[in-house]
């Protein structure tokens, strides 16, 4: 048997951490905010330097006492990183009354060393963000968060980012800040390779449309935003999700590539104050889906429908090639009545698709965890 003393004898003296692949070590600290990725520079000789050279960079006020704090640092590590470095992304979010010189100092900054990947989290109202950023030439991702309670600026005039292909914006007015009347705003025609854009709770200040032109764009999500009508230039699109007041004013270009639509649009309340002329709105927006196969609408659009027989007698089904129609139900008061589906609501949707069929959804709490989720309980088939 061997004796213990004939074991290998481990070096407690090696540096085991340091002896990491360069890309591996790059890759732990892309985790960490910038603060305690600088802080490693003490480790040994060989990590004095390796923050200089980090490609992926967070920082955040919060990880700070005082405002001054973060600005020196932020001030030193611009000074002090390794200028011949390339930015790949900036997670940066900030609180406060941060300067907006160190903003755009900043931002520059990382849009001038190729920045791809830009996600800005802000706490602050009335925050006007540089214009350098809506100019990147290397920018492909984009996430522009206000969580303040009252909104941030972003700049009303086209959006020169020829390499983004993913745009999120939450809680921005879109604004030139001269409170001018414009016929219609289009902030993406030169965004020619968008592919997924999300707009939640926007305002688009003084403008009469807003248009989405983006030849190459396949998703698109509308919530809750402040808009007067909406025109969509997207012949690829295959994806639409729109929440919003009714009655909406849409108009498009056609939708030949529309695969599945999510619509939710708040209807008046009490639900007897949805008119005709409202009706035949709602009409013109369905239309424009006629080349889906799969649509989600909720209850309520339903009921609307439902209380004008006289606006769908005559209209025909613009729906060829649809497959399933999911209808969401929404609680009044905090009840959910049983849904019924008149006749003359479901030949609208599938006397041209005699196929398609429909299901409903009710709310209904999770066995485990917390939350709640849409169950489908109802599956109708009609048969023309």
């Known amino acids: 048997m061997d004796s213990v003393l004939d074991e290998p004898v481990v070096d407690t003296e090696t540096d085991r951490l340091s002896s990491l692949p360069h890309d591996l070590i790059h890759h732990i600290l892309s985790f960490m905010d910038m603060k305690y990725a600088v802080q490693t520079c003490v480790l040994s000789s060989k990590w004095k330097f390796i923050w200089t050279t980090l490609t992926h960079i967070k920082f955040s006020t919060s990880e700070f006492q005082q405002l001054g704090q973060f600005i020196r640092f932020a001030r030193h590590v611009i000074a002090n990183r390794n200028d011949q470095t390339d930015v790949s992304s900036l997670e940066f979010n900030f609180d406060g009354t941060l300067?907006?010189?160190?903003?755009?100092?900043?931002?520059?900054?990382?849009?001038?060393?190729?920045?791809?990947?830009?996600?800005?989290?802000?706490f602050e109202r009335d925050r006007k963000l540089p214009?350098?950023?809506?100019?990147?030439?290397?920018?492909?991702?984009?996430?522009?968060?206000?969580?303040?309670?009252?909104?941030?600026?972003?700049?009303?005039?086209?959006?020169?980012?020829?390499?983004?292909?993913?745009l999120h914006l939450n809680d921005f007015v879109i604004s030139d800040g001269r409170n001018e009347n414009h016929e219609y705003l289009d902030l993406f025609s030169k965004c020619v390779n968008l592919k997924k854009l999300s707009i939640t709770e926007c305002y688009m200040s003084e403008v009469k449309v807003f248009k989405v032109s983006a030849p190459r764009l396949e998703d698109l999500t509308i919530t809750d935003c402040f808009l007067n009508k909406l025109f969509i230039s997207a012949p690829n699109l295959s994806s639409f999700v729109y929440g919003g007041e009714c009655p909406l004013c849409l108009l498009t270009n056609g939708f030949e590539n529309l695969e599945k639509v999510d619509l939710h649009l708040s209807m008046p309340n009490p639900l007897s104050d949805f008119k005709k002329e409202d009706a035949f709105q709602l009409l013109k927006v369905l239309k424009e889906f006629?080349?889906?196969?799969?649509?989600?609408?909720?209850?309520?659009?339903?009921?609307?429908?439902?209380?004008?027989?006289?606006?769908l007698l005559y209209q025909p089904s613009p729906f060829n090639n649809l497959k399933h129609l999911n209808i969401r139900q929404v609680s009044h008061k905090g009840k959910y009545s049983m849904l019924m589906v008149p006749n003359h609501v479901k030949n609208?949707?599938?006397?041209?698709?005699?196929?398609?069929?429909?299901?409903?959804?009710?709310?209904?709490?999770?066995?485990?965890?917390i939350g709640s989720y849409y169950e489908a309980d109802q599956i109708i088939n009609f048969d023309i």
Not at 99 to 122: A, E, G
Not at 135 to 159: G, M, R, V
Not at 348 to 369: H, M
Request: with cysteine; hydrophobic share 35%; charged share 15%.
């Open 290 to 311: 006629h080349s889906t196969k799969f649509i989600n609408l909720y209850s309520d659009v339903i009921q609307g429908l439902s209380m004008n027989p006289d606006v």
């Open 131 to 166: 214009n350098c950023i809506f100019e990147s030439q290397s920018l492909k991702h984009f996430t522009l968060k206000n969580i303040h309670e009252d909104y941030c600026i972003a700049p009303q005039y086209p959006w020169d980012l020829p390499n983004l292909t993913t």
């Open 99 to 122: 300067s907006q010189i160190l903003v755009k100092v900043l931002l520059n900054y990382v849009v001038s060393h190729n920045i791809r990947n830009l996600n800005i989290s802000t």
């Open 348 to 369: 609208y949707f599938l006397y041209s698709s005699p196929n398609a069929t429909i299901t409903t959804e009710v709310p209904k709490i999770k066995e485990l965890g």
